[in-house]
């Protein structure tokens, strides 16, 4: 099948799918209310972008993923190095952690409502903890994968401790982090939304999370359009560049 | 590695070092260290869950939760599947539909939750979707890939003795992609549970979701761990059962190193 | 299509006829074969060698019927070769066992795709399993067993089917020298037993010489038989004694000579192929 074949064909698939939920919506009332209309959830996209308001909304989940993203992923990173480096530490702690992994992290959000209320830190803390177990599962991995036989090598060339955390260790790891960039990137967003529809005074989450309370499908669909906008495109991006970064690893 | 290490990283010393944590807990809890009304302690959850137990609010709320994450997950893992074997089949199908699925797939589909309560209510419905949806995307990925790695050789060999393309789908196709399957499905279950517990926070009337929501709505983080105490001793469990099905299952393969040098 | 008529009453085991074969690679139109003309007695064991890339696996492909050439045609027993012929054997590179069939289930495989009844098919992979010494790990797991033990299964997989035709691409190239001789020792017994046509590709001369009849060398792209040497070597051989024979170095060397000038076109050809890849990335 051609390029331009597989276009129309993909074209006429969603042409005919928002066609059937028209019609559908305009011929009964319960559809209409129930999952809404096409145009009215545009409508509401016009006045959510014109008025600006969904640039305020964005910016304070953005906020929360990047901040949550950060501290997470730094202490992600600086507890695999401490564990594997201080094997005593590792034994002691590896119990808990496998406790912990078996929780999906995401259940653990009303814990941060309850912690930091209903503010930005608290979603802050729910990223924070999901990006921290995602790198350090990765770098974890990744200062294991360090074969013995690389080791070897270098020691032999006479590298000390800190040439090998150099030259081995910290590269090894970093390619880790990215390659594990895309899921906690995603996993950010995730979390900050999530934390949102629990309880908060803005975010996107939030403008979901109040439109579902009023029973509005067009404004709860409006919302998850503009998450789809906003995370599909970036997770297209980190997917490149997670394919550049780990070529070296080859699949 | 010294001694103390050794008993450390046995079964003994992993449960060692739970009680350790635990009784660290209630130690700084009772000397008043620790703040009650951020940190609970563990007797307090314990008195919860037992005030839970004597009320029966425990069976019937983790009935709720697992019977969604359960439906869900056969929902999804059987039309993931279906899905997964119709693109692998049909090439041109897959190569209009793909992009869609791809879309989908980086969506962060748990926020689709408010969506899913708005168009069903807050019954079991949304959240078996919810749950169905999420767990589709992973079986359909894994079946599709597990079909697409079966070696050419294998075909190859099958054709020269005379297999049929139902020869091939049975005895060659399907056990390939169920190793996939049933690997991806033991991942999904932690997933369809968090799909349910979710569904539940979002709006809902009963699960253990529900519980732990109740919880924090009355800023009482004892009732909050509880719940996850609960959630938690369910997910050992059926991790724990699940591993023996597919190790069962999937006797076949090679062990996975033990020796904790595996890639991913 | 009717027969082509040959010297002999009987039609030979394997014909080819002007095989021309091309892949299209990277929008270019590459000839891999070009006018190959080949002609397998019954009975008869032919070693195939020649310079890396040159088309040899796709020789038994066209022959199996699972890619058809590009022009010329391939007969099997007189029969023109237009579908994937179930009547013959063919052992890959790799064991291409199913890992999650144990050996017996592995060895049955192909009876059970024949529709051969379910004890008789079981009874038969137990033999073949036998002859291939491999009593006592009817239950175990691919995974379980060494190179040496998944090839003998791959062996006992071909054979129980009775194929008529075997086809044997480098199948033994994966193996350790050790384990290779006794494979090879292994699989002259069978084949002393049996009599079966073998079509067996190598890249390893004294492997081919040490096996077969005769031994077919050919050229670098676009590819034609260019020397068929008989092997007059005396049997029952073994593999490993016949190497020690005067008239083994002989055919070796006058094989080598037919073969260097192959080999150094054919690197050239991928480090040329390598460099246009190279070329294509930046």
């Known amino acids: 099948m051609t390029t331009t074949a597989k276009r129309i064909w993909q074209v006429m698939v969603v042409a005919s799918l928002l066609g059937a939920w028209a019609i559908a919506a305009s011929q009964s009332l319960i559809v209409r209310d129930v999952v809404g209309d096409p145009f009215a959830v545009v409508t509401q996209l016009f006045r959510l972008v014109g008025s600006g308001e969904i640039f305020r909304h964005l910016a304070v989940t953005v906020e929360e993923a990047v901040i949550g993203f950060s501290i997470g992923a730094v202490l992600g990173a600086a507890v695999a190095f401490v564990l594997t480096f201080v094997p005593f530490l590792r034994r002691l702690f590896d119990p808990l952690i496998g406790i912990i992994a078996v929780v999906p992290r995401i259940v653990l959000a009303p814990v941060f409502m309850v912690w930091f209320g209903l503010g930005i830190s608290s979603k802050a803390a729910m990223v924070a903890t999901i990006v921290f177990f995602i790198v350090y599962f990765n770098v974890d991995a990744g200062l294991r994968s360090v074969s013995g036989l690389l080791i070897d090598r270098a020691r032999i060339m006479g590298a000390d401790k800190f040439a090998m955390t150099r030259e081995i260790y910290i590269p090894a790891s970093v390619v880790w982090i990215l390659s594990g960039l895309r899921v906690s990137v995603g996993f950010a967003f995730l979390?900050?939304?999530?934390?949102?529809?629990?309880?908060?005074?803005?975010?996107?989450?939030?403008?979901?999370?109040?439109?579902?309370?009023?029973?509005?499908?067009?404004?709860?669909?409006?919302g998850l359009v503009v998450v789809l906008v906003v995370v599909v495109p970036l997770d297209r991006v980190l997917t490149v560049i997670e394919a550049r970064t780990t070529a070296w690893r080859g699949t | 590695?010294?001694?103390?290490?050794?008993?450390?990283?046995?079964?003994?010393?992993?449960?060692?070092?739970?009680?350790?944590?635990?009784?660290?807990?209630?130690?700084?809890?009772?000397?008043?260290?620790?703040?009650?009304?951020?940190?609970?302690?563990?007797?307090?959850?314990?008195?919860?869950?037992?005030?839970?137990?004597?009320r029966g609010h425990i069976f019937g709320n983790m009935g709720f939760t697992l019977a969604e994450a359960f439906i869900g997950l056969v929902i999804g893992a059987v039309l993931g599947t279906a899905i997964g074997f119709a693109l692998a089949f049909l090439p041109r199908v897959a190569a209009v539909v793909e992009p869609f699925m791809a879309i989908m797939n980086s969506f962060p589909r748990l926020t689709l939750a408010p969506l899913f309560i708005v168009w069903f209510g807050f019954g079991m419905a949304p959240k078996i979707v919810l749950v169905a949806t999420f767990i589709l995307f992973m079986c359909y990925l894994n079946a599709y890939t597990g079909l697409r790695q079966v070696p050419p050789e294998l075909i190859d060999r099958a054709r020269l003795w005379g297999a049929t393309r139902w020869d091939l789908a049975r005895d060659i196709y399907l056990p390939s992609a169920a190793s996939w399957i049933l690997t991806g499905l033991r991942a999904s279950v932690g997933f369809a549970v968090i799909g349910a517990v979710v569904g539940e926070y979002i709006g809902g009337d009963s699960g253990?979701?529900?519980?732990?929501?109740?919880?924090?709505?009355?800023?009482?983080?004892?009732e909050v761990f509880a719940g996850l105490a609960l959630l938690l001793i369910a997910a050992i469990f059926i991790d724990y059962l699940l591993r023996r099905i597919e190790s069962y299952l999937l006797r076949w393969r090679a062990e996975a190193s033990a020796s904790g040098h595996q890639m991913t | 299509m009717r027969a082509p008529e040959s010297a002999s009453h009987?039609?030979?085991?394997?014909?080819?006829?002007?095989?021309?074969?091309?892949?299209?690679?990277?929008?270019?139109?590459?000839?891999?074969?070009?006018?190959?003309?080949?002609?397998?007695?019954?009975?008869?064991f032919l070693s195939i060698v020649g310079p890396s890339g040159c088309g040899k696996s796709t020789l038994l492909r066209l022959i199996s019927g699972l890619?058809?050439?590009?022009?010329?045609?391939?007969?099997?027993?007189?029969?023109?070769?237009?579908?994937?012929?179930?009547?013959?054997?063919?052992?890959?590179?790799?064991?291409?066992?199913?890992?999650?069939?144990?050996?017996?289930?592995?060895?049955?495989?192909?009876?059970?795709?024949?529709?051969?009844?379910?004890?008789?098919?079981?009874?038969?992979?137990?033999?073949?399993?036998?002859t291939v010494g491999l009593r006592g790990f009817e239950n175990s797991f691919p995974h379980q067993l060494s190179g040496g033990m998944r090839k003998r299964v791959s062996l006992a997989c071909t054979m129980v089917a009775t194929p008529n035709i075997i086809?044997?691409?480098?199948?033994?190239?994966?193996?350790?020298?050790?384990?290779?001789?006794?494979?090879?020792?292994?699989?002259?017994?069978?084949?002393?037993?049996?009599?079966?046509?073998?079509?067996?590709?190598?890249?390893?001369?004294?492997?081919?010489?040490?096996?077969?009849?005769?031994?077919?060398?050919?050229?670098?792209?676009?590819?034609?038989?260019?020397?068929?040497?008989?092997?007059?070597?005396?049997?029952?051989?073994n593999v490993l004694d016949v190497r020690s024979e005067l008239s083994f170095h002989q055919l070796y060397t006058q094989l080598w000579e037919d073969m260097r000038e192959e080999v150094l076109s054919g690197y050239e050809q991928e480090r040329a192929a390598a460099r246009m890849q190279g070329a294509d990335k930046q």
């Open chain 1, 191 to 222: 979390g900050a939304i999530v934390a949102e529809y629990l309880g908060a005074n803005a975010g996107i989450g939030s403008l979901i999370a109040t439109a579902q309370s009023l029973n509005d499908p067009n404004a709860v669909m409006a």
């Open chain 3, 167 to 237: 086809l044997m691409d480098e199948p033994f190239s994966a193996l350790d020298v050790q384990t290779r001789s006794l494979m090879e020792n292994e699989l002259m017994a069978i084949w002393q037993r049996e009599r079966k046509t073998v079509l067996f590709v190598t890249h390893d001369l004294e492997e081919a010489i040490a096996l077969s009849d005769r031994v077919v060398v050919l050229s670098a792209r676009p590819t034609k038989v260019k020397a068929v040497r008989t092997i007059d070597l005396a049997r029952p051989r």
């Open chain 3, 67 to 130: 890619s058809p050439p590009t022009s010329g045609a391939a007969y099997v027993n007189g029969e023109h070769v237009d579908r994937v012929r179930t009547d013959v054997g063919y052992m890959f590179q790799t064991d291409a066992l199913l890992p999650w069939r144990t050996v017996l289930d592995n060895v049955a495989l192909p009876l059970k795709l024949q529709k051969v009844r379910r004890q008789d098919r079981e009874r038969r992979a137990r033999e073949w399993i036998a």
């Open chain 3, 10 to 44: 009987k039609p030979p085991a394997v014909e080819l006829r002007d095989i021309c074969h091309r892949f299209a690679q990277g929008g270019r139109d590459l000839p891999v074969i070009e006018g190959l003309n080949l002609s397998v007695k019954e009975g008869e």
């Open chain 2, 208 to 222: 253990i979701g529900f519980l732990i929501l109740t919880g924090q709505s009355r800023l009482r983080i004892r």
């Open chain 2, 1 to 54: 590695m010294s001694k103390t290490e050794h008993i450390l990283s046995g079964p003994i010393g992993r449960v060692a070092v739970v009680v350790l944590f635990l009784a660290a807990w209630e130690g700084t809890a009772r000397l008043g260290w620790i703040s009650p009304f951020f940190f609970s302690s563990p007797s307090e959850v314990f008195d919860v869950i037992r005030v839970w137990y004597a």
